[in-house]
């Protein structure tokens, strides 16, 4: 089939509603197809998706067991609402509950969804309803999808750069939503000094100022996807304690870094004898071949609202296709072992990314576990080469932001790997990428990085 990629622009350009970039900036870059690690531009141009896009297509693109499912399944199935059962809800719950999570036993029940920001909703509903209680805390740094209150990543948060000004920024009015309380971000994995953690004692001391009694829970990534931070080794224990002396629940938000992504089966599991209350769960449970979203609750929890008469429902809950392409990732996943590729292909990209570090005097640290690294650019000086780091509104000039101008020297080889926060470059391959592939990203980020050593290093 042959298409006409420049009408396909002009309707692009004229009638989709875009996010992030302004009209007098976007840049039409067009996929024409995908196939396993790799998708292909409407100009031809093949490119290695070295992101799994958002640090969401954790099974790379159109992998056979998840289509060869959902094409059985589309047999039989199209939408069934949530008041009628459906084969694949029921194995899907089955394989998030006994198969990933069985040894534990904490957790009793799952809810499928269409989307993260559905799933963290949910989970922040239910910790209300469940406690009698209003005040969710939530990081600085976070980002749990689309949504006001339990989203603080500054700059990404539905907020807008007006077109008369893209130097400034104009929050949501009303933010935070009332009965959201940010709390410190973690401190990174290599901080040094000794004692408490202070983000922990910050913490405690605002719950202390609110009170136990008026929080329903905290919402936590174990590794923060948007700002790329994998936190200090005594921070999630610590931030349990306190939930668990001062008596509110945890939210554990899994979207980005749960079913494997960062070597274990959720990324809560680094910290043994640490279990959430609830998990918002997402990408990987079915590597986003189609929308996904799920709550995991724990059994004091599920059993609750299971015994309750609970009026809560969404026209795609359970949604048998979804559920099917769950079902073909996660059984696939457990056949293959693909948790020991992940741990195998995560210690060969922690390995060259060492051997880059020592390298390259921009690059200040590297952190993460599994398949999901963040690399942190730094000046002469060792500081962020963007002051504002992390609380960056994304005002100004963002091409020359040190993530977009890797983003841009990788593309130029081939190789989709960039950033989202200015200073930070994130490494999430296809939990299928091969050894050489790795080689073959990790070179381009080599190069890209002699680029940023000569501009913000040596001048």
């Known amino acids: 089939m042959t298409r006409d990629w420049q009408e396909l622009e002009k309707w692009d350009r004229a009638y989709y509603l875009h996010g992030v970039q302004a009209a007098s900036e976007h840049q039409y ?41 959902l094409s059985r399944a589309m047999e039989r199935y199209g939408h069934a609402y949530f008041g009628l059962a459906n084969e694949y809800r029921a194995r899907a ?23 993260g920001t559905d799933a963290v909703e949910s989970c922040i509903t239910m910790a209300r309803l ?18 006001m209150g339990s989203t603080m990543m500054r700059g990404y948060r539905a907020n807008i750069s007006p077109a ?37 004692e910050a913490t405690e001391q605002i719950v202390n100022a609110i009170g136990g009694e008026n929080i329903a829970a905290v919402i936590t990534e174990p590794m923060l996807g948007g700002a790329g931070t994998f936190p200090h080794r005594d921070y999630t224990a610590g931030l349990r304690d306190i939930s668990k002396r001062h ?43 189609l929308p996904v979203g799920a709550v995991i609750a724990s059994k004091e929890i599920s059993e609750h609202f ?14 048998p296709l979804i559920c099917a392409t769950i079902v073909g990732n996660l059984e696939y996943m457990l056949a293959n072992d693909i948790l020991q590729q992940v741990r195998q292909r995560g210690a060969y990209l922690k390995e060259r990314l060492d051997s880059i570090q020592a390298k390259h005097p921009s690059v200040g640290r590297v952190s993460g576990r599994g398949l999901f690294y963040t ?85």
Request: glycine share 12%; with cysteine.
């Open 247 to 289: 008596g509110f629940l945890w939210i554990d938000d899994e979207v980005i870094c749960g079913v494997g992504r960062l070597g274990e089966w959720f990324g809560y599991m680094h910290w043994p004898g640490v279990e959430p209350d609830l998990i918002a769960a997402g990408k990987g449970l079915n590597g986003s071949a």
């Open 93 to 115: 719950a089955k394989l998030i509950i006994e198969n990933l999570l069985g040894e534990s036993a904490w957790a009793g029940r799952a809810r499928i969804f269409s989307s």
């Open 164 to 200: 008369s000004s893209f130097d400034k920024v104009q929050d949501i009015p009303g933010f935070p939503a009332p009965g959201y309380i940010p709390i410190p971000a973690p401190e990174f994995e290599d901080w040094d000094g000794s004692g408490r953690l202070p983000s922990l």
């Open 130 to 147: 469940y406690t009698g209680k209003s005040v969710i805390l939530t990081q600085a740094h976070s980002f749990h999808g689309m949504v």
């Open 29 to 69: 870059t067009a996929v024409d197809s995908m196939d396993g690690n790799w998708f292909t531009l409407a100009d031809g141009t093949r490119m290695l998706d070295f992101m799994s896009q958002l640090i969401s297509d954790s099974m790379g693109h159109r992998h056979p067991a998840i289509h060869a499912e």
């Open 375 to 459: 690399v942190d650019l730094v000046n002469g000086e060792g500081a962020p080469i963007v002051p504002e780091d992390r609380n960056s509104a994304f005002t100004g000039d963002l091409a020359n932001m040190p993530n977009n101008i890797i983003a841009g020297e990788n593309a130029k080889r081939g190789v989709f790997l960039g950033g989202f926060t200015p200073n930070t470059i994130k490494l999430g391959p296809p939990f299928t990428i091969t050894q050489d592939e790795i080689d073959l990203a990790l070179d381009s980020f080599d190069q890209a990085l002699d680029v940023i050593d000569e501009k913000f290093v040596k001048s």
């Open 306 to 319: 299971e015994t309750a008469r609970w009026w809560s429902g969404s026209t795609w809950d359970g949604h």
